[in-house]
């Protein structure tokens, strides 16, 4: 959920039974076996299943009758679980995930147990939570819980709630003293982890969750992101006091954290967590479950920068991936494919916040095509761009197999042609091409591939080398025989290639290869390694030809080098290449560019 939608719902937590050796003032903490540990063992894939979110936050016809979020019951959940189990579960799905509510009655009014833990509410899961995890483990499968960051407010009780299995520790002795709040929502207030108590409230919650039985956690409206920064909404202590209380139950429980998180916090979610959602919820909260418009799109932009933190333990969580409802999900055919492609190439968790009771044939088909579905599973790195970010884009892999994962996206509003040329994924000459989509061997191509696509459509392949790998000219971006002007300007960089970079590209300022030499005149597809923490656009020129305007992808911070290939057009012999930062904004900060022996 985002900070639009929460008012006052939960986030996700897990479990915990942590003692520690501490005193704090008159209260004395029972000794412990607390070491801080690294994110749980689970994870060693993307996971797979269905989410409830999607359909408790839509205004579609028919999903919420009483009223907002009310869809989210015991009844609805056993559907959608017998669902799972008969339809996706032989492809890989295998979690039950539900989301915030459960332990709030139609009014999102809360309950709680008497030590200021969650408890189901008795409409909408009159079974409780421990038979909903039985019911769903009976069906061979794994069940997910949600909780948010922090001590509920509802949940403080005038600061005299005990704290379960804590002699001397109540709520007042959990959070800070002047009661700041916290996460994306500020529904909680912060804890304080220089307090013994503050531990064992996490242990006391994260042992519930286990005691149930559930195998899965998302912590909710967690910062620095979830729309908030500041240290009343760092979490970071949180996210390890779940990892620490999780461990010791010593019932593995896959820690999943949620949204918008802070990328300069990255390696804090990956020492303590297993996945981290990216970007904002991809929910529209409008008629239908989501919207390309609303932020599915977003996800393009946003999830470059974060492509070098996936990897078993931990996976970069696009969230929901709502395509197999039709009308309902609120997207064309077209969409709905780019919008798997996306998920599965980037390595997310492929799960669902469709109706699984009424998933059309389309949809069953994207969620169940086991060659897509492989290249979300398999030991490989995750997809980024080889282009820049402009409408027509490609997304590449290499696989530890020499093949190449290839993803062509038209993200414009009208149809338009997408050429992924074989020197961006590091060879030149012949390549067999395979549409993963179709199950069809499209035969061999000669230095490119070339597809008409839909608006906002898109095509994925395997594409298998049989020619030479590329040969490049390198050309350093420091070098003293390029010309600076403006604000443009030499700085170091432990990154680079020669340990240095043009940056200060604002304002006008420009940066000049001269002397970039050719045999042949054409079009060549020249590489440029480039540093930049956002995405951030830059006019490019040969000589005294017109600028071409190209977005370059976010590398996720200032010490991450990463490449495009961009086409500029030379003339045999002498040419230069320039970089512009025309315009208000800043441009790329650039190491170098390789420039291939021949035009493609």
Known sequence: MRSSSYS????????????????????????????????????????????????????????NPDGDYS??????????????????KKYGYEYVN????????????????RYGRQ?????????????VADRIHAKGLE?????????????????????????????????????????????????????????????SQAQSIADWGYDFLKLDGVGPGSGKSGDQYDNVADVAAWNRAIAATGRPVHLELSWSLDIGHADDWKKYANGWRIDTDVECYCNT???????????????????????????????????????????????RQSYATLWAIAKSPLYTGDDLTRLDDYGLKLLTNREVIAVDQADAPPARPVTPSDPQQVWAAKNPDGIRTVALFNLADAPAA??????????????????????????????KITEALPAHGSRLFTVTPHGAALTTTAYEAESTANTLTGNASVADCSACSGGKKAGNLYLGGK???????????????????????????????????AATRHRFPSTGDWGTVETVSVPVTLKAGANTITFDSSGPGYAPDIDRIDVPRSPR
């Open 143 to 203: 069940a997910g819980i949600y909780l948010p960051a922090g001590l509920e407010k509802e949940a403080y009780g005038d600061g005299k709630t005990p704290v379960h299995d804590a002699d001397g520790c109540t709520t007042a002795d959990v959070v800070y003293p002047d009661l700041r709040t916290t996460n994306g929502w500020d529904s909680s207030y912060q804890l304080d982890f220089s307090r013994p108590c503050a531990q064992r409230y996490i242990d």
């Open 8 to 63: 006052a719902l939960p986030a996700r937590a897990l479990r915990a039974a942590v003692v520690l050796a501490l005193t704090a003032g008159a209260v004395t903490v029972a000794p412990a076996a607390h070491a801080e540990t690294t994110a749980p063992a689970t994870a060693a894939k993307p996971w797979m299943g269905w989410s409830s979110w999607s359909m408790q936050s839509s205004r579609y016809p028919g999903l």
């Open 289 to 335: 479950l989501v919207s390309w418009e609303n932020s599915v799109d977003d996800r393009w932009d946003d999830a470059p920068g974060w492509t070098r933190h996936a990897g078993p333990g931990g996976w970069n969580d696009l969230d929901s991936l709502d395509v197999g409802n039709g009308a309902m999900d609120g997207l064309t055919k077209a969409e």
């Open 98 to 113: 539900i989301d915030a509510g459960w332990w709030r009655d139609s009014t999102w009014k809360p309950g709680y147990d």
């Open 119 to 131: 408890k189901a509410d008795p409409e909408r899961f009159p079974g409780g939570m421990k038979a």
């Open 418 to 447: 997408v050429t992924a040329d074989f020197s961006s994924l590091g060879f030149t000459g012949k390549a067999a091409v395979r549409d993963l989509w179709n199950h069809e061997d499209l035969g061999t191509y000669q230095n």
């Open 71 to 88: 869809y989210l019951t015991e009844t609805n959940v056993t559907k959608q679980t017998d669902a799972l189990a008969a339809k996706l």
């Open 511 to 545: 940066l000049r290869f001269d002397d970039i030499v050719v045999d042949r005149p054409g079009t060549y597809l020249v590489r440029v390694a480039y540093i930049s923490g956002d995405a951030r656009s830059v006019d490019i020129s040969a000589g005294s030809g």
